[in-house]
C-alpha cells in the first residue's frame, strides 16, 4: 500500500449494506465512525485503553475533525484503513491522521485529521498530558507533512 507516512496501524474494513447512503455510496458517517474504531485499536495496541483512560482520569477528545472524501466506496469493497499520531505538543495536545485505501486499486478515498486535547474526564478540562500517555504516544509519533 501506499501510504501517507511509514509505520501505519492498519484495519480491513468493507462496507456493508447499511452502511450505504441514498447516493448509492458508503456514507460518510461511516469513515468517521471507522476512524473512531482504529483510534481506539491503535491506542489499546500502543498499550492505552479506555480502562487505563477511567483509572489516569485522563483521555484525549478530538477538538477539530477534518476529512478529505476523495473517491466513493461501495458495498463489498475490501478497503485498508490506516492511522498514525503525527505531532505532539509535549504538553496537552497530539495529532491523529488517518488514510482509506481501497485494495482493488490502491487509491486513496478517504483522508482525516483530528487535533486532540487531553481533558480530565471527571471535569472535561484540558489538561497536561500525564506521564503514562506521553510514555506511550510519543514513541509513536511519524513525522507529517503540511
Keep these: 500500500m501506499n501510504w501517507d507516512y511509514p509505520h501505519a496501524h492498519t484495519l480491513p474494513v468493507t462496507p456493508e449494506p447499511g452502511d450505504i447512503d441514498g447516493l448509492q455510496h458508503t456514507n460518510n458517517a461511516v469513515y468517521v465512525r471507522w476512524c473512531e474504531h482504529i483510534a481506539w485499536h491503535h ?21 477539530r475533525g477534518e476529512y478529505d472524501y476523495l473517491l466513493p466506496t461501495r458495498a463489498g469493497e475490501a478497503l485498508t484503513l ?4 503525527c505531532a505532539s505538543d509535549g504538553r496537552s495536545s497530539m495529532e491523529r491522521r488517518f488514510q482509506l485505501i481501497r485494495d482493488s486499486d490502491g487509491a486513496t478515498v478517504v483522508r482525516g485529521r483530528w487535533e486532540l486535547i487531553c481533558i480530565e474526564l471527571s471535569s472535561g478540562r484540558a489538561r497536561r498530558l500525564p506521564p503514562e500517555f506521553l510514555a506511550t504516544y510519543e514513541p509513536a509519533i511519524v513525522a507529517a507533512g503540511a
Design 43 to 63: 491506542s489499546a495496541t500502543l498499550g492505552l485503553d479506555l480502562d487505563d483512560y477511567r483509572r489516569l482520569d485522563r483521555a484525549m477528545a478530538i477538538r
Design 82 to 85: 490506516a492511522t498514525w499520531l
